[in-house]
């Protein structure tokens, strides 16, 4: 494809027509989320943190980066993980080297509650009729924003989730 393709207007256009509908996407995606883990008094961003801590298991995230991956504020995020601390869900640990960072993991109670729930996924939702896998959206989506993210003076916050070998939803 040529520069002046690239670059024209048309594909401009399509390029924000995909940002709108990516939010549309997401909004959809939580609700569906929601509706999936609300039977386990757990809202959708309580279910992120949890996935989250289970894919980071070999290099726990620490809560800043928690926040961040999740979109929550720091004060809404620490709000969070008391809440799921005290129900058991999750267990903090401190950086050796810097005691104010703090890491959370699962809890082996929290471990299996959360085996629990993903396979609720294959009931609530069909992913046999999804017309590409799953996996090549996200890679497609990642070098999006790697590509999108270059170009930007600030760095979007992004992170990459290690998807754990078992339980997959």
């Known amino acids: 494809m040529a520069d002046s393709e690239r670059t024209s207007p048309q594909l401009v256009v399509e390029l924000i027509r995909m940002a709108i509908e990516m939010a549309s996407c997401e909004k959809t995606m939580r609700a569906a989320i929601a509706e999936v883990v609300s039977p386990f008094s757990l809202s959708e961003n309580a279910f992120f943190v949890l996935v989250l801590c289970q894919q980071n298991l070999e290099k726990p995230l620490p809560q800043a980066a928690l926040a961040r991956t999740v979109g929550l504020s720091p004060a809404q995020l620490s709000n969070l993980v008391e809440q799921l601390r005290q129900d058991g869900w999750i267990e903090s640990s401190r950086d050796a080297n810097d005691r104010r960072r703090q890491f959370w993991t699962l ?3 929290g471990n299996r ?12 939702w069909q992913f046999d009729q999804l017309p590409v896998d799953p996996r090549t959206l996200l890679d497609g989506f990642r070098q999006l924003v790697a590509l999108l993210g270059s170009s930007l003076k600030s760095r979007p916050t992004t992170m990459s989730v290690h998807p754990a070998t078992s339980q997959a939803a």
């Open 113 to 124: 509650r959360l085996g629990e729930i993903l396979p609720k996924f294959h009931e609530a």
């Open 107 to 109: 809890t082996p109670d």
